[in-house]
């Protein structure tokens, strides 16, 4: 915090005052014929403002709140430890009171100054509602031939993965198939977004379409990593599922024991490679774009889209397991 200079005693200057300093230095002059009028005028209003920012800070942070609970992850607050007890109190879902050993005094003055943290589906609902609101000002009868899709009932026929998804002119979507934020966003995006340029069978990785930087590494191990996993400990039915969703084989690319074509949407169409474990070399898995892709829709969609088929697989695994788990 910024340091202040007041005028006390015989013309003296005090510099670098912080609020605590400010406190006791008028404790100690309040009775000083010499600490003069404008001083105080002048000063009060500045001291007024640094009292407000100083208790009304918004806590955003979970270490604020560690740093006054008593630190011995006791676990009286019904989670393991004070940090976790600290980043519950920020989702809203314990509060300060949940702390059997904090003083009423800290929780009467911390409470009104956190910030509690937006669920991830407050988020996205959010997001879809804003997108809905372009959508709903769009043309279908122009939209569906530059996205690849059709008309049915003045609502927009989009195919993803080989199943039939709708739009209607208020940014709805409905399917037979369940439907979530995985696929909902990307899908808005799409339609709002896409340039309607055809894929050319130019395939680049992910890293380098327009865009996509910050979003290259939560790609690499969030989806293609996470897919080939996947593929290791239930090869068969994950590709399996893959052609349950309208995947074609292509011609292996670099070696690959397996090269197949997904269409997640229209004009974004996903090649992935994949190389069996074998003599002590690991297993491979990459997921490549069309260079188009960059055209038609944005990099956190395609990210988004990867991922939605990653969660799509782990539960259809779960599913048929027998003993209900992944691996």
Request: hydrophobic share 40%; glycine share 6%.
């Amino acid at each position: 915090m910024a340091g202040l200079c007041l005028s006390g005693r015989n013309g003296t200057v005090r510099r670098g005052l912080k609020l605590e300093q400010w406190i006791n230095f008028f404790k100690l002059r309040r009775e000083d014929s010499e600490c003069t009028l404008h001083t105080i005028t002048y000063f009060l209003p500045i001291a007024a403002n640094l009292w407000e920012r100083t208790i009304m800070t918004e806590i955003k942070n979970p270490l604020e709140i560690y740093k006054v609970l008593p630190q011995t992850n006791c676990g009286h607050c019904g989670v393991p430890s004070c940090m976790a007890f600290a980043a519950s109190v920020l989702q809203g879902l314990k509060t300060l009171n949940g702390c059997p050993y904090l003083d009423k005094i800290i929780i009467e003055q911390l409470s009104p100054r956190i910030m509690q943290r937006r669920s991830m589906d407050d988020e996205h609902r959010e997001v879809i509602s804003q997108l809905q609101q372009k959508v709903s000002c769009l043309d279908f009868a122009s939209v569906a031939p530059r996205i690849g899709a059709t008309l049915a009932q003045g609502k927009l026929a989009i195919s993803c993965l080989g199943k039939d998804f709708f739009i209607d002119q208020a940014g709805e979507m409905t399917s037979t198939c369940h439907v979530n934020h995985w696929l909902y966003v990307p899908l808005l995006h799409y339609i709002i977004e896409c340039q309607g340029v055809q894929p050319r069978n130019d395939w680049v990785p992910f890293g380098e379409l327009p865009g996509a930087a910050e979003w290259s590494q939560y790609f690499s191990h969030r989806c293609e990593e996470a897919l080939r996993q996947l593929a290791d400990a239930h090869r068969e039915l994950v590709f399996e599922m893959f052609f349950l969703f309208g995947a074609q084989p292509v011609t292996a690319t670099g070696g690959a024991d397996h090269s197949l074509v997904i269409m997640p949407l229209p004009k974004v169409p996903f090649l992935i490679n994949y190389w069996q474990p074998d003599e002590g070399f690991r297993s491979e898995l990459n997921i490549l774009l069309d260079r188009s892709a960059g055209q038609n829709i944005n990099a956190r969609s395609i990210t988004l889209l990867a991922r939605g088929i990653v969660e799509m697989f782990r539960q259809l695994i779960v599913s048929h397991s027998r003993e209900g788990k992944l691996f």
